[in-house]
């Protein structure tokens, strides 16, 4: 029913007025995700090192109910085609640090049918290749639809009014730590950010940095009263750190242990 209404707003954006123009459609559309769970694989062991949820295979049969939906409760005074909108043109995105084959894709998409381009674009789920992506087709005013651009790095891009995102927001797990701290009288907070330096630094675009980065900027801008410092911390020799790790690092960058007792940790799936 989300992607139904959000359909919707596909059409509010693309037509002005209310007239019954058949020679507007079908639309065109083009999906920006991975096309396979398993998108990469560890060299040296026989392991998936990324997974996706939001593929094309997954997404693909969504949009197209979606689409039969929105014509028949709908788009019946707007055109005689059930077929209103054609997902023509699918751009496989791979990490979140594949700016440049996004950027390609992107391109490409704007030269399909003959340099019509596309209406509409759906995905990707990353900040970094939604940026990258938004910024040649805002060229076209083609919106996007996306579980992303939730970030507070992107709160103050004006050019947002192509994109219309959907899920959980970054603000909505801001807010709830907020109210957190406020029930238990917190000022101070500090946030350790585990750096995976095997990784290049675009390759550092997931979730957890994203959200540990626009944790401390919503501080220090003061969006709310909180004290937060955001530390890098060692990269953990095992899998994860355990408790006492975790007040050893405390006395080591701040000097005391005294939240040793009762620790908050966020963990993602980067």
Not at 5 to 33: E, M, Q, R
Not at 46 to 58: F, K, N
Not at 102 to 115: F, H, I, P, V
Not at 116 to 130: E, Q, R
Request: charged letters at 20%; glycine letters at 6%.
């Amino acid at each position: 029913m989300l992607l139904l209404f959000i359909l919707i707003l596909i059409i509010n954006k693309i037509i002005v007025g209310g007239n019954n123009d058949n020679s507007l459609f079908p639309l065109l559309g083009a999906i920006f995700l991975p096309n396979d769970v398993e998108i990469g694989k560890n060299e040296r062991k026989d392991e998936v090192i990324e997974r996706h949820l939001a593929t094309m295979h997954s997404v693909a049969p969504i949009i197209d109910l979606a689409i039969e939906d929105a014509y028949f409760r709908f788009l019946l005074k707007w055109t005689n085609d059930p077929e209103w909108l054609l997902i023509g043109q699918t751009k496989s995105i791979l990490q979140c640090h594949a700016q440049r084959h996004a950027a390609w894709a992107a391109l490409e998409a704007l030269q399909w049918n003959n340099n019509k381009g596309i209406n509409v674009a759906f995905g990707p789920s990353c900040d970094y290749l939604v940026a990258t992506i938004m910024r040649i087709l805002s060229y076209k005013k083609v919106p996007m639809i996306t579980n992303s651009h939730s970030s507070e790095f992107f709160k103050e891009e004006k050019n947002t009014t192509l994109v219309t995102q959907f899920g959980p927001l970054q603000d909505h797990s801001i807010q709830l730590i907020e109210f957190f701290f406020r029930r238990m009288n917190w000022s101070q907070a500090r946030a350790f950010y585990e750096k995976q330096f095997w990784q290049n630094e675009l390759h550092e675009a997931g979730s957890c940095r994203l959200f540990s980065s626009g944790f401390f900027l919503r501080a220090k801008k003061n969006k709310w009263g909180v004290e937060a410092d955001l530390i890098v911390s060692p990269t953990s020799t095992d899998s994860a750190y355990n408790r006492q790790q975790y007040k050893q690092l405390l006395i080591e960058k701040a000097g005391n242990n005294y939240s040793g007792g009762f620790l908050l940790i966020i963990k993602g799936l980067d």
